[in-house]
């Protein structure tokens, strides 16, 4: 199972919103709507952001919405602070009942 | 609050063995499925395992499929990963992850813990 798509790099400034995106096929993203987004700061593990492609977890911000187009997801994050600088995974569960990531996404907040 | 907390991590030399645990708390652990999650050093999450919560059903990626074994012992709200014939490609953070029920995705994560490969 190939890795998810996602950019490499985002950036924005305070105040700004920014969306990544997440690009797998339609036996994964696009076949399923189990789509989950992580964030990992510096050293620490990954906080789940959103599930089933568009709910948030109680205690994450709605400053962090998730979508989903056909073979592709997208996490958007509003009013960017700087607590949000980290990295950004998606997820999907495939149709071979594993799960693949993508292959991660470095958010900067200028 | 939820807690899971690994251990059992270290260095070790090719093709021998090692077994992680996590141990869980506050929450019904008999009740979830859980996973272990891996993250080689300067690299992205890659799913490894997963376990049901009775422990009755079990997969395992490509990768470790034949060398790896989850388990779970629910008497000791203890996870399990036993790692046989280890390899440098190997190395990596191991999560202990639960998973959120019925939605398929990775709730909460231990802090992890660091398996090195090496001769």
């Known amino acids: 199972q190939s890795a998810l798509t996602q950019p490499a790099s985002v950036s924005g400034s305070p105040g700004q919103s920014i969306t990544i995106s997440c690009t797998g096929t339609?036996?994964?993203?696009?076949?399923?709507?189990?789509v989950s987004w992580y964030q990992q700061s510096p050293g620490k593990a990954p906080k789940l952001i959103i599930y089933?492609?568009?709910n948030r977890p109680s205690g994450v911000s709605n400053r962090f919405s998730g979508s989903k187009s056909g073979n592709t997801a997208s996490l958007t994050i509003s009013g960017l602070q700087a607590e949000d600088e980290a990295d950004y995974y998606c997820?999907?569960?495939?149709?071979?009942?594993?799960?693949?990531f993508g292959g991660g996404t470095k958010l900067t907040v200028l | 609050q939820v807690q899971v907390v690994e251990s059992g991590g270290g260095v070790v030399q090719p093709g021998r063995s090692l077994r992680l645990s996590c141990a869980a708390s506050?929450?019904?652990?008999?009740?979830?499925?859980m996973h272990w999650v891996r993250q080689a050093p300067g690299k992205g999450l890659e799913w490894v395992a997963i376990?049901?919560?009775?422990?009755?059903?079990?997969l395992h990626a490509d990768p470790v499929k034949g060398r790896f074994t989850i388990s779970r012992d629910n008497s000791k709200n203890t996870l399990y990963l036993q790692m046989n014939s280890l390899r440098p490609e190997d190395t990596a953070v191991y999560y202990c992850?639960?998973?959120?029920?019925?939605?398929?995705?990775?709730?909460?994560w231990g802090q992890g813990t660091q398996v090195i490969v090496s001769s």
């Open positions: 992850v639960k998973d959120r029920s019925n939605a398929w995705s990775f709730d909460y």
């Open positions: 506050g929450f019904t652990f008999s009740s979830h499925y």
């Open positions: 376990i049901s919560f009775d422990g009755s059903y079990t």
């Open positions: 339609s036996s994964d993203v696009g076949g399923y709507n189990y």
């Open positions: 089933e492609v568009t």
């Open positions: 997820s999907s569960h495939t149709s071979r009942t594993t799960w693949v």
